[in-house]
């Protein structure tokens, strides 16, 4: 008896019984592990002659460690030492792939049928996951050949066709999913991000580490496509002594000469950022380093915007906190940071604000990507989505 828990297990015997057509359609992740490709590269080739601005051509070459070349991209992704985001795309498309592939499309789709289907948007904000969508329609099928109108970082207005693919329809529908899930997410945290930099200027914005799990490096490429600034990626390229820390270690003070030992031990240089609560523990930070060298780099003011009744902030205490540290820190604003109250804490003075809401509560932009286009726009329309 066949164990079907086991997709290698079960994979087999259903692609053993099915044509030779209908294998041919098969991404490669579908397929067993003996019978996959190894490594894919993706080649990028200039198409000219063709009513869109970038043309992307997919095609099957080797591609040293599977390693992914981010230098054509209009914003690079930002760096991680472990991250593996060819991995989690593998994981994304698996997982809905499960142990049988797309049962829907081989019951209903020639294998050998070719389509062209278009990116709709359906809402106004800015389109974040062009490349990514680039590195999914290749992981499925190498030789989908994928156009667009616009570029990561750029806006698209409701209603706008800004892209299309080409290929084999089962393959197309069978990316789909996934794609849209990534680039509607990373939409709606580029749209978000442009509003709130454009709002804080001055002052830069900033995300923080309250991402989706699994997903950080693509959130925070999100914020580098709207405009923001990444804060620290993860533990392990910055110091940030936060409260905990602070309470732990008897002191900010204390925390600070723990850090720099530390680093000194270690031979280490990295940003040290520490958390600040009150003006006094601004006091005592500022009193602390004009006595002895330290690796100090960043102050954040955190909770020093007050919200009011009627929905304004006080920005006082944070103002005499950016006026003690007097340039001699960058300084960093926390606390009470929303769309509505980020241009007032820009006019402060602080360097940077950081906000959690550009990724824990992210608004996706609904994007549809469709093969009958004079259909979905006539829907779209009857909804008020198009």
Not at 260 to 270: A, G, S
Not at 296 to 304: A, C, E, K, Q
Not at 329 to 337: H, K, P
Request: with cysteine.
């Amino acid at each position: 008896m066949p164990n079907f828990f086991n997709p290698e297990t079960n994979l087999s015997l259903i692609i053993t019984a099915m044509s030779y057509t209908r294998l041919a359609c098969l991404p490669q992740y579908y397929l067993p592990i003996r019978d996959r490709n190894p490594s894919f590269s993706l080649k990028l080739q200039q198409q000219s002659k063709v009513s869109c601005r970038r043309a992307v051509k997919m095609s099957a070459t080797e591609l040293t460690n599977s390693k992914i070349s981010y230098e054509s991209y209009a914003i690079k992704p930002p760096m991680h030492p472990t991250y593996d985001l060819k991995g989690i795309i593998k994981l994304a498309l698996a997982e809905d792939a499960g142990d049988r592939g797309d049962v829907t499309c081989l019951a209903t789709i020639p294998s050998d049928m070719e389509v062209e289907a278009y990116f709709l948007a359906k809402e106004d904000g800015i389109i974040a996951g062009i490349a990514l969508a680039e590195m999914i329609f290749h992981e499925v099928d190498p030789s989908l050949k994928v156009e667009w109108s616009k570029n990561d970082g750029e806006f698209i207005h409701k209603g706008l066709q800004f892209g299309k693919v080409h290929g084999r329809a089962h393959n197309i529908i069978v990316a789909e999913r996934v794609v849209l899930n990534f680039m509607q997410r990373m939409s709606g945290i580029a749209t978000l991000t442009k509003a709130m930099a454009d709002a804080a200027h001055p002052a830069y914005i900033l995300e923080t580490r309250k991402t989706a799990p699994g997903l950080r490096l693509l959130d925070k490429w999100a914020v580098l496509i709207g405009g923001g600034r990444n804060h620290r990626m993860g533990l392990f390229d910055m110091v940030m002594i936060k409260d905990n820390h602070i309470s732990t270690a008897g002191g900010v003070t204390n925390a600070i000469r723990a850090v720099d030992l530390y680093l000194e031990q270690k031979n280490l240089q990295m940003e040290v950022e520490v958390e600040t609560r009150t003006l006094e523990e601004v006091k005592e930070v500022l009193h602390h380093a004009s006595q002895t060298k330290t690796s100090l780099t960043r102050i954040m003011l955190d909770n020093m915007v007050l919200p009011l009744p009627n929905g304004d902030v006080d920005t006082s205490m944070l103002i005499e906190a950016v006026q003690l540290v007097n340039g001699r820190f960058e300084t960093e604003a926390s606390g009470n940071v929303t769309l509505d109250t980020v241009h007032k804490i820009g006019q402060s003075g602080v360097t940077y604000i950081s906000s959690g809401s550009l990724t824990h509560s992210v608004k996706a932009l609904d994007i549809s990507l469709k093969i009958d286009t004079e259909l979905a726009l006539k829907v779209g329309r009857r909804t008020g989505r198009a």
